[in-house]
């Protein structure tokens, strides 16, 4: 066998990095060489000449100003160098209007500290959409996005009369009443918080069994851990949830199942800390895996803010992860010939999964299945029934939560599903997944003592 100099492995290893492959070389793989692809990783309007657009001046060929403009971060020679937001525009005065979507505005802030003062300064105030994200090019009138004021701030933002209540009628000057569909998720979330958080006996069990506690309402940072973009209309209702638990080595994830099995008393039992995913419910992001917990340096970052595309802080170390996703999904499963509602169908999902790394590695190689729940209730409705919600202006209060049947359905399906989780059953299985924790540590250090050999 002919050997082979270091300068030689240098050189195949040189070939091999760029685009003059071996002959063996079956091509790009979009699966596996790419883990994760932005769907939208350019600015399809990035400004020429690297020139920030002038949001107050008119348009060359239609001589009138825009409805909406791209905002740009500067540098120090008030060149551009990323989209941050958009300009829009004032109804009744139309002057412009700077807003920021929020939906990263902690990260937006600290890696661009002047940003908002800047804007200030020029127009006076700047404003927040926390319901959309950057790239989202918002669409119709200023006033129907739900402006607020920055976080921490008492001033008072007034772009338009009708900013903080929806459908003002200029006619008659009056306030139509809230929207069927947000009449709609209002009792959609008040039964399922109801239900998840104020059952004591429901919420022990998770944390008896180690599990992440489902947040639906309760705390300040509720947002978080919900996909705040949610279908709901006349025909289908959807909630999902998510929360995060991490534990800083395998040897105390072990330990904290044990104790909390062991626990004869509720007040004795632990509970880790609740965790968010922040691109979890983001369309932006295909291939996108929440196993990336341990580095995320060799990730790459997102497009727009160049956050770590692993998600989790840098600062936090840990070598297990559980990951708690419930869904909870409405639907019109029957009508009749008049297009009416006859039968209502709810399904629940609960998934548990948890990722472990060992010592010997840097990342978590894969995320594994450790609780699936899937619950189904039909409901046939005491006569058929076309709901309120199909239009956004619809605000009629015959939405489908307003239906006893279908509410009662809901209430059942909660009520089998939080059997599923108090079940015994799940001790065992608690147990197998700290177990298996231990076993994993063991396998991995008797390898590395057989490498150093």
Request: aromatic share 8%.
């Amino acid at each position: 066998m002919e050997e082979l100099s270091k300068k030689d492995i240098l050189s195949l290893i040189g070939e091999n990095l760029t685009t003059v492959r071996h002959q063996y070389y079956k091509g790009f793989d979009e699966g596996t060489d790419l883990e994760e692809m932005p769907i939208d990783p350019s600015h399809r309007e990035w400004p020429k000449r690297g020139e920030a657009p002038d949001p107050d001046k008119p348009n060359k060929r239609t001589k009138q100003l825009k409805k909406w403009e791209r905002l740009y971060a500067l540098d120090d020679n008030d060149k551009v160098v990323e989209h941050v937001g958009w300009y829009g525009r004032n109804p009744e005065t139309n002057e412009s209007v700077p807003i920021i979507f929020t939906c990263e505005w902690d990260e937006l802030t600290q890696k661009y500290p002047n940003l908002v003062p800047q804007l200030k300064e020029k127009f006076g105030n700047v404003n927040l959409v926390e319901k959309l994200c950057i790239n989202d090019k918002p669409r119709g009138e200023l006033d129907k996005l739900g402006i607020k004021p920055i976080p921490g701030s008492d001033e008072v933002v007034k772009v338009t009369q009708t900013q903080y209540r929806p459908g003002y009628d200029e006619e008659s000057g009056e306030y139509k009443t809230r929207s069927s569909r947000e009449k709609s998720n209002r009792t959609l979330n008040k039964i399922i918080g109801d239900s998840l958080e104020k059952d004591d006996e429901f919420k022990n069990a998770l944390k008896k069994y180690s599990l992440p506690q489902i947040i639906v309402t309760s705390g300040p940072d509720a947002n978080k851990h919900r996909n705040r973009h949610s279908t709901n209309t006349n025909e289908e209702v959807l909630f999902q949830t998510h929360n995060i638990n991490t534990h800083e080595t395998q040897d105390s994830f072990f330990k904290f199942t044990t104790d909390n099995i062991k626990a004869r008393n509720p007040e004795e039992l632990q509970v880790k800390k609740d965790k968010s995913l922040r691109r979890l419910y983001n369309n932006q992001y295909r291939r996108w895996s929440k196993s990336r917990f341990t580095s995320t340096s060799g990730y790459g970052k997102t497009p727009v803010l160049k956050l770590d595309s692993g998600d989790f802080p840098n600062d936090e170390k840990f070598e297990v992860m559980v990951s708690s996703d419930v869904k909870i999904r409405g639907m019109a499963s029957a009508k009749n010939d008049e297009g009416a509602v006859t039968e209502w169908t709810w399904t629940a999902t609960y998934l548990v999964e948890y990722a472990k790394k060992k010592p010997i590695d840097r990342i978590a190689r894969k995320l594994v299945n450790d609780v699936e729940i899937d619950e189904t209730v039909k409901v046939e409705l005491s006569e058929p029934k076309i709901f309120d919600g199909k239009e956004s202006e619809d605000t009629g209060d015959n939405h489908p939560m307003s239906d006893v049947n279908i509410v009662e359905g809901l209430k059942q399906l909660l009520s089998n599903f939080k059997e599923q989780i108090i079940n015994p059953k799940q001790k065992a299985q608690s147990i197998r997944r700290a177990m298996a924790s231990i076993a994993d540590k063991e396998g991995a250090l008797n390898e590395s003592k057989k490498n150093k050999k």
